[in-house]
């Protein structure tokens, strides 16, 4: 019977090497977390920025529906908030062509002279 050489792994993220199953990558859970954070903090400052403003206007519109199910605003209270009209996740156009614009499940509706109607996509 012919062994096969056993080959040097190393821990992804400290290069220490490994014991144990043939699949395993890191050392321990300090060295698995810290791989992946770092692997997440390696991308794209662009695409971190752009999910926190859409996060951010995602709680900007859920906060002035509160427990409505829709509720017109002024843009400037959108805007005195944080709010930044150019990140959305979707839009929506119904039978009558109105376009709403969404921050995944909240969007709104832009109505004459400033305001907003804001609500909330149905869950199906």
Known sequence: MIENPVTKRECLACGKTLQGRADKKFCNDYCRNAYNNNLKSASSPVVRNINNALQKNRRILEAVLDT????????????????????????????????????????YLPLDHDWYLVVKEKEV
């Open 68 to 107: 409505e199910e829709m509720q017109k605003v002024q843009k400037e209270k959108l805007l005195q908030q944080g709010f930044r009209f150019q990140f959305m996740t979707h839009t929506y156009t119904n039978k009558k062509g109105n376009t709403y614009f969404f921050c995944y499940e909240y969007g």
